[in-house]
């Protein structure tokens, strides 16, 4: 907030903010030998994390406070699973094969407000039609001279990776070490398209944009606090839905490397790799709450 006084002369309003950082990792690795030749391992991550957030509104109001993203506490949840598979399959060839899972939840929280939007004297007609996650956020007032206020509805955005699998055969061959390999993903996200332009959260409660002109006269003069006060919007809108979907891309890869050992001074190496993706793709989803 700015320092020093205002343009009445008065001081500025000042408070402490909040700031939220806490964060615990866990992680469990597990690996077995079945046979001199095949050992298979597992690991697990889960990292719980609640990264700085700060305001200046006691927590009944937070839903005043603008742009989300810097005001409340962006929460991450990854979790993260791989399982690797080796086996030596004689003096001179080794086969690995790896799975991978990811699941990352990594969104901010809403605002909520508890009276409601219709207890704003938003007719019910207009409450009803709305998406039903704004019928409980206030509104988003965006203003020339002044702070923007409401609109905060969090993010919702889950990063996903339903599988990563990859398989290596090695083989020693003379003064050659000869690698093939194939690498096949699946990377999306779940997330909420719907974002305000001007705080990049959601403003599903709608958008509503004063200035100053509505107040002036001949266009000197006027503010734009005052426009709001009586009720004159120099525009605004809504969305009809938040946009709630999956969207995901797949990758395939494959490659063959040699390492030539031409003498005890000299190494070559040289191989090929070829890839591809996909373009996005989207499905349909729900975003567990």
């Known amino acids: ?51 700085p957030g700060s305001g200046i509104m006691p927590a009944d109001f937070q839903y005043i406070e603008n742009q989300a993203e810097f005001f409340t506490t962006l929460r991450r949840r990854p979790h993260v699973l791989a399982i690797n598979n080796t086996n030596v399959l004689n003096d001179t060839t080794v086969m690995a094969l790896r799975f991978g899972w990811l699941s990352w939840q990594d969104q901010t929280d809403t605002a909520t407000y508890e009276p409601g939007l219709q207890s704003l004297g938003f007719s019910s007609n207009y409450v009803n039609a709305i998406n039903e996650a704004g019928r409980s956020m206030f509104p988003e007032l965006l203003f020339d001279g002044v702070d923007n206020v409401g609109g905060w509805g969090g993010d919702l955005t889950r990063w996903t990776g339903r599988y990563a699998v ?32 001007n705080t990049g959260g959601r403003f599903l409660a709608g958008s509503s944009e004063f200035d100053r002109l509505f107040t002036s006269h001949n266009g000197i003069g006027g503010h734009d606090f005052a426009s709001l006060l009586l009720g004159l919007p120099v525009g605004g809108s809504v969305p009809f839905n938040q946009g709630e979907g999956e969207w995901f891309t797949r990758y395939y890869g494959a490659y063959l490397q040699d390492d030539w050992r031409v003498n005890s001074r000299f190494t070559l190496n040289y191989g090929v790799r070829l890839e591809h993706e996909d373009g996005a793709w989207q499905v349909l989803a729900t975003i567990p709450r």
Request: proline share 5%; no cysteine; glycine share 8%.
């Open 166 to 197: 990859n398989a290596t055969l090695t083989k020693l061959w003379g003064n050659h070490s000869v690698k093939a390999g194939a690498d096949f993903r699946e990377l999306g996200i779940e997330t909420t398209a719907e974002v305000s332009p």
């Open 1 to 51: 907030r700015p320092i020093g006084n205002n343009e009445d002369g008065n001081p500025n309003v000042s408070d402490t903010a909040r700031l939220v950082d806490e964060a615990d990792m866990f992680t469990l690795k597990v690996d077995h030998k079945f046979t001199p030749n095949w050992t298979l391992g597992g690991f697990y991550l889960y990292n719980n994390t609640d990264e």
